[in-house]
């Protein structure tokens, strides 16, 4: 079975421009998670989605956006990027399940994105 | 809040030395608890669970991890460390009732040959 997929793998913006990564999840599973990754404050909550509607979403600015398509494909968009926002972004998926905190997650090998 | 210290952000062990890394959370109940490895430019992945029962659960790659309810700790161990066992440790709490992880920010492991 093939794992979580990620694209592109590395990105490079300009502060002020939009990026969007996308996510395939392993086949089956319907939950796809988001985190932020940066050294020193490890994995940060972005949002959560199941069959398309976002269930938990972390504190991230409203920049921060998401949404899920009706394969679990899923995909993330940053707005006017700043710098801060330079990090490795991964993306795990999970089985059907009514909460997934105890789900294992599966994750992918991360978008790294660059923001100069 | 929920919250997961791993308190050594870097650790370095000789090759075949026992290894234990820390991890202390706050929650209220008992959580849902795991361990996950990140090795250089891959995603994380999972070496152990624990939900409920025996307080000392075995994962993969000979690495174990004992429940302490009374010290709210989850820490992991190895008698015996691998070259290959470098990498990065993350504790994660899954907060029963909700949607997601919280992580801790991770430690560092350098093995010495």
């Known amino acids: 079975k093939a794992g979580v997929t990620q694209t592109p793998r590395y990105l490079i913006k300009t502060r002020g421009q939009q990026v969007t990564l996308s996510c395939s999840p392993i086949?089956?599973?319907?939950?796809v998670s988001w985190y932020q990754q940066t050294p020193g404050q490890g994995l940060q909550f972005l949002f959560e989605y199941f069959s398309e509607t976002q269930r938990n979403k972390g504190n991230f600015p409203g920049r921060f956006s998401g949404r899920q398509f009706s394969n679990s494909r899923s995909e993330m968009n940053v707005s006017t990027l700043e710098l801060g926002d330079s990090a490795l972004y991964l993306c795990?998926?999970?089985?059907?399940?009514?909460?997934?905190?105890?789900?294992?997650?599966?994750f992918g090998p991360g978008t790294r994105l660059t923001v100069l | 809040a929920q919250s997961v210290t791993q308190p050594d952000i870097h650790i370095t062990v000789s090759e075949g030395a026992s290894l234990e890394l820390r991890c202390n959370y706050s929650?209220?109940?008992?959580?849902?608890l795991f361990w996950y490895v990140q090795s250089p430019g891959q995603g994380l992945q999972l070496l152990l669970k624990y939900f409920s029962g025996d307080t000392l659960v075995q994962g993969i790659k000979g690495f174990e991890a004992e429940f302490k309810r009374s010290q709210s700790s989850f820490n992991l161990r190895k008698p015996s460390v691998h070259w290959s066992d470098a990498a990065e440790y993350f504790c994660?709490?899954?907060?029963?009732?909700?949607?997601?992880?919280?992580f801790g920010t991770g430690t560092r492991l350098k093995v010495l040959a």
């Open positions: 994660a709490v899954g907060a029963r009732g909700t949607y997601k992880y919280i």
């Open positions: 929650y209220g109940a008992t959580p849902y």
């Open positions: 795990a998926s999970s089985l059907d399940r009514r909460e997934i905190s105890y789900n294992e997650q599966f």
């Open positions: 086949s089956g599973h319907r939950s």
